[in-house]
Antibody, heavy 119, light 106 residues
Framework: QVHLVESGGGMVQPGRSLRLSCAASGFTFNRYIMHWVRQAPGKGLEWVAFISYDGNRKYYADSLKGRFTISRDNSMNTLYLQLNSLRADDTALYYC????????????WGQGTLVTVSS | SFDLTQPLSVSVALGQTARITCGGSNIGGKNVHWYQQKPGQAPVLVIYRDSDRPSGIPERFSGSNSRNTATLTISRAQVGDEADYYCQVWDSSTAVFGGGTKLTVL
């Protein structure tokens, strides 16, 4: 069965960087579009980024203003999210999710990794 | 950007039907997807493409979408259905979520 495990979260100071990982198993990773979605404490869901099967297409939420970069290593079945110039309002639980049938919904989710940005 | 509007909260009596709406300009022309999120858990897809149900989701969950409103309907509501529910669409190469609705089963 599909299994997604995020890692790399933690507490970081404003302005610093962090790289999140999402280890995938139980499905053919290189055939799936992948996404990152985040959720600030006590708030709703916010989509962060999309990456195509082969990594050639990437889309981002406008609010990120180029600070985040999504990537993938299909040989390692791993999805990444590079977070730069972190701000307090980036504090959130970051989920990776598979795209359903290439139709831009999220059918499987990991349990998330928490990023806390604080001085 | 495309805006989705959900009521903050919906209450339903045990065993009755709950309806959660998701409003957006001409949303009827888009595919709407719904997620259930219980406290401390990751979201779960309950409806995709307006009205399709993933395997393992009870038939009590159904969806519709027309003109400016999509609706998630939960029949014979159970205590276990208490959760936050989010609608979502894909628009202009971005995913958009509604603000979420807290469902309370009385």
């Amino acid at each position: 069965q599909v299994h997604l495990v995020e890692s790399g979260g933690g507490m970081v100071q404003p302005g610093r960087s962090l790289r999140l990982s999402c280890a995938a198993s139980g499905f053919t990773f290189n055939r799936y579009i992948m996404h990152w979605v985040r959720q600030a404490p006590g708030k709703g869901l916010e989509w962060v980024a999309f990456i195509s099967y082969d990594g050639n297409r990437k889309y981002y939420a406008d609010s990120l203003k180029g600070r985040f970069t999504i990537s993938r290593d299909n040989s390692m079945n791993t999805l990444y999210l590079q977070l730069n110039s972190l701000r307090a309002d980036d504090t959130a639980l970051y989920y990776c999710a598979t795209d359903g049938q290439g139709e831009y919904f999220f059918d499987y989710w990991g349990q998330g990794t928490l990023v806390t940005v604080s001085s | 950007s495309f805006d989705l509007t959900q009521p903050l909260s919906v209450s339903v009596a045990l065993g009755q039907t709950a309806r959660i709406t998701c409003g957006g300009s001409n949303i009827g022309g888009k595919n709407v997807h719904w997620y259930q999120q219980k406290p401390g858990q990751a979201p779960v897809l309950v409806i995709y493409r307006d009205s399709d149900r993933p395997s393992g989701i009870p038939e009590r969950f159904s969806g519709s979408n027309s003109r400016n409103t999509a609706t998630l309907t939960i029949s014979r509501a159970q205590v276990g259905d208490e959760a936050d529910y989010y609608c979502q669409v894909w628009d202009s190469s971005t995913a958009v979520f509604g603000g979420g609705t807290k469902l309370t089963v009385l």
